[in-house]
């Protein structure tokens, strides 16, 4: 049953879920210019938004939330490589910009923050990343490469599931920055996004 839309938000791709609030990355439309929306759901038959975190001339790629903390990677067009900011949403009417790394060397593909760290798909291998919630910004803290094109991570506990086209690649967190595969389950079709139910792991491919 459809409750609610909000017409003409910019073409969304990407979004969390902060309380009352979706965050949205949006491209330009009307008034506003590429950034992140925050769109009030308190009513899900009026939303709206109540803020515009804007981002000009580069447009948010990926998002994703540690309480009230959001990561996002945003594109930098021809010059490569990704903006990583860290954006306070304790209030989510005037989000604060908190910390900002460039990593010139690398795009993500996928992005998912896990007990405090962002694990990050950047095709053939992973990046982990603290966000630098503690920290002035966004820091490198190792890698991954024992991978494919990974297109969505999962995780509980001290486990992470990595759904990287051909198979699923269950990853033991010895620490937050070595990671260890344990076991690898290789579905009948592709295996392009993996989400948690309770104990299991549906997988999903195409």
Known sequence: VL???????????????????VVVSVN????????LASIDVSDPSNPF???LFATP???????SSSGNYLLAALGKGTLGGD?????DYSDPTNPVTVGDTYFADFRAWEMFIHQGYAYVSIGDSMRI??????????VLEG???NVGYVSRIAGVGNVLYLADGGLLDVVELTTP???NSVAQYRPSGAARVVELTGENAVVVGA
């Not at 330009?28 to 950034?35: I, L, N």
């Not at 903006?83 to 954006?87: C, G």
Request: without cysteine; hydrophobic residues 35%.
């Open 129 to 138: 990343i603290d966000p630098g919630i503690e920290a002035s910004g966004p």
């Open 177 to 179: 920055n070595t990671l």
């Open 57 to 63: 001339g580069h447009r948010p790629r990926f998002l």
């Open 143 to 145: 890698s991954y490469d």
């Open 3 to 21: 409750l609610g839309m909000l017409p003409d938000v910019g073409a969304p791709t990407t979004m969390e879920v902060l309380g009352q609030y």
């Open 28 to 35: 330009k439309f009307g008034e506003y210019e590429e950034g």
């Open 83 to 87: 903006d990583y900011i860290l954006v």
């Open 49 to 51: 938004i109540a803020h």
